[in-house]
């Protein structure tokens, strides 16, 4: 079956540090969708990339989708203590709705 | 204004005994999901409905049963609970067609002890 895999799965950075995480699909993509869950808290949407090669910035957060729509990654920029949390990528490969996710990166950041 | 509501928050019991978790959104949406947090943070999809019909149903004891009574609504019923199943379980929303975003509820951390 369809496999998302994500690396690292553990991250810690001092602040003001980059950080990125990346992730890879056993299939193609039609869409993968991005979610940020903080300490004892629930996944929030953060972006969803379409076509191949996109790439999105929310301000210092760049999202990148693959040409071969089969990978993507994650880059934060000058990290902050708010930036702590689980990243997890998601695909949807038949646009039915259903996400696989990544195991998720978790974020530490030391200030 | 809450988007996603589960009751409870936390669910603790033993071993063999018989529960069930309540999920509301008030997003308008109608597709509405189960999904499974381990212990390692993995989130594994278990069911979905969209307008009260099963669409997706993964490989999940059947000791597990959904319930949608309307598309505002989705219940996990879980019989003789056992160890394995202690784990926080979310309910998440989604508009089928759009961009399929998914709205998480805040969770239900069940403990079967």
């Known amino acids: 079956g369809q496999q998302v895999m994500q690396i690292p799965q553990y991250q810690h950075v001092q602040e003001g540090e980059d950080f990125t995480t990346y992730c890879n699909s056993s299939?193609?993509?039609?869409?993968i969708q991005w979610y940020k869950q903080r300490p004892g808290g629930h996944p929030v949407f953060l972006i969803q990339?379409?076509?191949?090669?996109e790439v999105k910035k929310q301000k210092r957060l760049t999202f990148q989708f693959g040409e071969a729509k089969k990978n993507s990654s994650l880059h934060i920029t000058a990290t902050q203590t708010t930036d702590v949390g689980t990243y997890f990528c998601?695909?949807?490969?038949?646009?039915?709705?259903?996400?696989?996710f990544g195991q998720g990166t978790t974020l530490q950041v030391k200030p | 204004d809450t988007a996603v509501s589960q009751t409870p928050k936390y669910l603790v019991t033993q071993m063999g005994n018989d529960k069930s978790i309540k999920c509301e959104q008030n997003?308008?949406?109608?597709?509405m999901y189960w999904y499974k947090q381990d212990s390692k943070k993995f989130l594994k999809i278990m069911f979905s409905?969209?307008?009260?019909?099963?669409?997706i149903n993964e490989t999940v004891p059947n000791r597990f049963s959904p319930k949608s009574p309307d598309k505002a609504h989705l219940n996990l019923h879980i019989n003789s609970l056992e160890l394995g199943d202690s784990a926080v379980y979310f309910c998440?929303?989604?508009?089928?067609?759009?961009?399929?975003?998914?709205?998480f509820g805040p969770g239900t951390r069940l403990t079967v002890l």
């Open positions: 990339l379409v076509k191949s090669g």
């Open positions: 409905y969209n307008n009260k019909e099963l669409i």
């Open positions: 997003l308008g949406h109608d597709t």
């Open positions: 299939t193609t993509l039609s869409n």
């Open positions: 998440a929303s989604s508009q089928r067609g759009a961009q399929n975003t998914q709205y």
């Open positions: 998601a695909g949807d490969s038949s646009n039915t709705g259903k996400l696989i």
